[in-house]
């Protein structure tokens, strides 16, 4: 897995160099090539289709290493890597159709709350629904849709369908990870064979239908407490590639009134001294979170953990925070890196996985003894 | 909405009457607000309104139709429209006062810009690069590139900023856009819809009398002050400037506290934001409390203004750098207000483009603005109450 890394970050000056074009037009058929030929969407996928099945921990430190220099392709791996590892724990037939012919076949999914219906049609299924804002479609072979209700049935459901079959619709979007080209896509009474329909607890939870018997991490455990984490290591990241572009960019800035080096400012080293520290403790976390999350995390340590990844969070929103807001003028340009890097964090941050309201109380209740609410 | 032209209008409009046509306007600048930050310019059709309105003569001379009222209407004004589109309220409330600039110098450059009454956006470009200015017979020859010229698209005149050769000081020119270009390289997340552009000039030729030296133009009693008689052309032109950044700042303010609400209002009770949620009243009430303090900070800021400014009385030196430190605050109140409440909102409301995050971003670039800067003024402030020498040559000055 080290050669995987390595990879990534041989890769990552011709990322960073793309990164304004990606921002500003989206990932291009190239790009997806290249990361393809690396082998990262198929870092979780199952050896049975000759993936990887790396622990997560790679999984993190590839988020973060792409973070670094481009949010979107971050993004883009993060999520494709993940919906990989999903479709390995669905049913070998369903495995075979999508990576029988092509097993580098590139998966999302959705990520917002959508909805939709499966009704049965035979043996298969009819599929039909909307999402807001999914990622990737625009190079995805396949999605994986969540939020699905099933006649007969009071679970949610998942299915996975050919992105060829659905409609997608470009949104007005001004925030972060634009390279992603999030799209609000319907899905309108599609076929879907029985074996790509599932419910989501069977999928999501311990030995899934398509896990070799006692496996474990990504493709044997529980989903929920990696898919908890596909973001944090790419927040790291993408605060790493804000500080460094940062600092090169403030060695070398003369004031606009003045004419002076920016650098010299006391108020400026300082800052940048708080926010190495930001970066440095919210490393050390994220280290233990990795080894925990390599090791596989023992349930009574899980509302620690997603404390520390909200906390990972905060401290690289502020770090990138503190560094755009002492650029001025230029802190706003979208050609400027720290800034793309500030919109890209501040989206991903977002998600309830690193919401601070939501972990901080949590482990105070678990400290205090007070049940959670059903 | 029902508008009298300004010019067919015998008694001329009140402040309360502008902030009335302005608040009319609001949800029809929401409306394009979207599309103002895609194209990144104010669309032709809300310029037209504004024109109409009357809302861009508040500091336009009598003498030209237009309505010469006391400092701080701007603000007002802008605080009002930033609740519909933070960049269009820039561009009434922040570019819209660089009239008192041009009814500050020369009458015949006055004549220039409003004879027969009428309608003019003056922008300004203050950072050069490339720039040539040569003294020539009867006035200058301008070449060069200047950045940051807000409402360039829909400007009719531009007043450029540098140093002459052979001298040393800043000079003022103010040329009609017909004679210059414009260079599209605003590419920006926030205000997007200021349109701030570069402006080039190629050996273009201005007449003396549409130049003046910034010292000239701040200096209590400029030329224009011969003719048009409003403190706002006669007094010291120091201690009003950069306040008008906050009309934009403490609309988009509100407007983005007000979204929240709102929010909270639709809330059925279920999700994460919700009323009856401890963390959210927590921060729903720290950020009313800072828009409150930023509203009083600004009242009294302009209040100020207006006694040294009305009363013609010299400001002291510890005023000068309150002025400056209190608008700085008032802006660090209005965005930490605003932050709170983002980091506390959910993923959909990012990736759907709720009104609010458009209102945040909007912030955030305007507290950016050298203007408001902290680390700048706040640290030429503290400098300035010990009598050192700052960056800021009003402070220094006796």
Redesign the interface.
Known sequence: MENLLADARHLAPELAAKARQTD?QGITPETVAALKAAGFFRLLQSARHGGLAAGFDTYMELGRILGRVCGATAWLVSTAADAAALVSRMTPPAQEEIWGKDPDALITRN???GGGTLAPAGAAWRLSGSW??VGGTNHAEWIILDDLTCAGDTQTWCAIVRTAEIETTE??????LRGVA?RDITADDVMVPSARAMRKADLFGANPPGADAGSEGPLGSAYDIYAENRLVGMALGMAEGAYADYTTITRARVS???GQSVAK?T??QSRLGETHADLKSAEALYDVLKAGLARGLPPESTIEAARDRAYIARRA?EAV?RLV?????M?????NPV?RHY?DI??V????SL????HM?RFGRQELGVAEAS | MSVTSPMTKSVPPSLDDLIARATAMVPVLEQRAAATERDRTVSRATMEEIHDAGLLRYFQPKRFGGYEMDWGAQVQIGRVLAHGCASTSWLVCVVGSHSAYVARMSPEAQEDVWSGGKDALIATGSVARNVSIEPAPGGFVLSGRWSFCSGIDHADWVLLRGTPAGDSRQYYFLFPCSEITIEDDWHVSGMSGTGSKSVLAKDVFIPAYRTLSLTDLMSPNPPGAAVNKHYVYSYNFRPFAGTALLGPILGAGEAAVAQFMAMLEASDGTGRLNIHDMQTQLRLSESTAEIGAATLLLQSLVERQQYYAGGDLPIPKSERAALVRDRTFTARLCFSAVERLISHLDASEIYLEHPIQRHFRDLSGMVQQIGVNWDRNMTNCAKAMFGLHTDIPYFNAD
Not at chain 1, 331 to 335: H, S, V
Not at chain 1, 349 to 352: K, R
Not at chain 1, 355 to 358: E, M
């Open positions: 500003s990520h917002l709350r807001p804002a949104r007005e979007y001004f925030g972060g999030f606009g009134i003045g400012f108020h400026v929103l925070t807001r002492q650029m001025g003028a802190g706003i340009a979208e050609a800034q919109r501040r989206t941050a977002t998600d309830e919401s601070w309201d939501v109380a």
